[in-house]
């Protein structure tokens, strides 16, 4: 069995495609700056098929380990100011003005992660 990594149902090793929701795994979004599927986050959040990507975040399909249950997870990493070595979950912030222009923009962030993206998924 293996593990679908939308919606973590597992199903048959053999499939290509998720039976429960219909994710197939050539789907899978791929860009250096992305997390890999299968990171896990905090020791409790394990990373999986990125289900939305924009100027200045990215969007994870996740399991959450302690609540056993699906969740999203949204990264702030603003394409403009920052990036990422792939393989690695820390970002790197471009010096200067970026840097302030990311700090800004990552405090507007916090506060709009305060609503409710369980509806991305
Ligand atoms: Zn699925």
């Known amino acids: 069995m293996k593990r ?3 919606c973590f149902q597992n199903y048959e090793e ?21 997390l890999s599927a299968g990171t896990v ?7 999986g098929a990125v289900v939305g990507a924009g ?3 990215i969007t994870y399909a996740a399991w959450d380990r302690v609540l056993e249950q699906r969740v999203a ?6 394409g403009e100011f920052s990036t990422r070595t792939p393989g690695e979950t820390r970002v790197s912030v471009y010096g200067g003005e ?5 700090k800004n923009g990552r ?3 916090y506060e709009e992660s305060q609503r409710d993206y369980s509806g991305d998924l």
Not at 14 to 34: A, R, S
Not at 41 to 47: A, D, F
């Open 4 to 6: 679908c990594l939308r």
């Open 14 to 34: 053999n499939k290509t495609e998720c039976p429960w929701c219909g994710f197939q795994e050539n789907q899978q979004l791929k860009e250096p700056q992305y």
């Open 41 to 47: 986050l905090q020791n409790r959040y394990e990373i």
């Open 55 to 57: 100027g200045f975040g």
């Open 73 to 78: 997870i949204k990264e702030y990493m603003p």
């Open 98 to 102: 970026k840097e302030e222009q990311y």
């Open 107 to 109: 405090d507007k962030f």
